[in-house]
């Protein structure tokens, strides 16, 4: 029951900049809760990308970047590259629904 | 290093049972949140269970309420879900996953196991 929502899919080309849209709602990103986004390469577990809205984890490429504002959160990609052909999630945490954590519809980036 | 590694999967009849494990090496065990997360086929990801550090506190999805049961060994450093009454909707690949709380992000996933409910 994803209470986030996401754009099925972004595309664009090698070197282009795509942003990827979360939106939550007042029970949620709203309610001050961090999101936080994942990236699942095909055939693979997911990857934490951004933490805290905004921080990246040791190793994650300064290409990727968070941000968030009201009950929304986003995720840009700069000098988009071939390797990041992946579906992309966000996830927070719902006060709604017996404490626990959310994630989003999800994204497939294409690179063309 | 951290690892998670899932085992326990496989193919079961609609209202058999199925017992998932995760051990857990490489990080203080107790010291952390731990959740079982699920993707059906070519679906997105569903939060299904998560168990505190000390066992106390435990949330279910709506999905699977009564059906499953989440537990944690901390001196086995192991996760386990119990999953009974099982139905087609269930399949999935299942992944064991740890956070320092339900509001921070995850960190470490494991490699995921494959459940799948079919007759």
């Known amino acids: 029951q994803s209470v986030l929502t996401q754009p099925p899919s972004v595309s664009g080309a090698p070197g282009q900049r795509v942003t990827i849209s979360c939106t939550g709602s007042?029970?949620?990103?709203?309610?001050?809760?961090?999101v936080h986004w994942y990236q699942q390469l095909p055939g693979t577990a997911p990857k934490l990308l951004i933490y805290g809205n905004s921080n990246r984890p040791s190793g994650v490429p300064d290409r990727f970047s968070g941000s968030k504002s009201g009950t929304s959160a986003s995720l840009a990609i700069t000098g988009l590259q071939a390797e990041d052909e992946a579906d992309y999630y966000c996830?927070?945490?719902?006060?709604?629904?017996?404490?626990?954590?959310?994630f989003g519809t999800g994204t497939k980036v294409t690179v063309l | 290093q951290v690892q998670l590694v899932e085992s326990g999967g496989g193919l079961v009849k609609p209202g058999g049972s199925l017992r998932l494990s995760c051990a857990a090496s490489?990080?203080?065990?107790?010291?952390?949140?731990m959740s079982w997360i699920r993707q059906a086929p070519g679906k997105g990801l569903e939060w299904v269970s998560y168990i505190s550090s000390s066992g106390s506190t435990i949330y279910y999805a709506d999905s699977v309420k009564g059906r499953f049961t989440i537990s944690r060994d901390n001196a086995k450093n192991s996760l386990y879900l119990q999953m009974n009454s099982l139905r087609a909707e269930d399949t999935a690949v299942y992944y064991c996953?740890?956070?320092?709380?339900?509001?921070?992000?995850?960190?470490?996933w494991g490699q995921g196991t494959l459940v799948t409910v079919s007759s």
């Open positions: 996830q927070s945490y719902d006060s709604s629904l017996s404490g626990s954590g959310v």
């Open positions: 490489g990080f203080t065990f107790s010291d952390y949140y």
């Open positions: 007042s029970s949620n990103i709203g309610a001050g809760y961090d």
């Open positions: 996953a740890r956070s320092r709380v339900p509001v921070a992000g995850i960190d470490y």
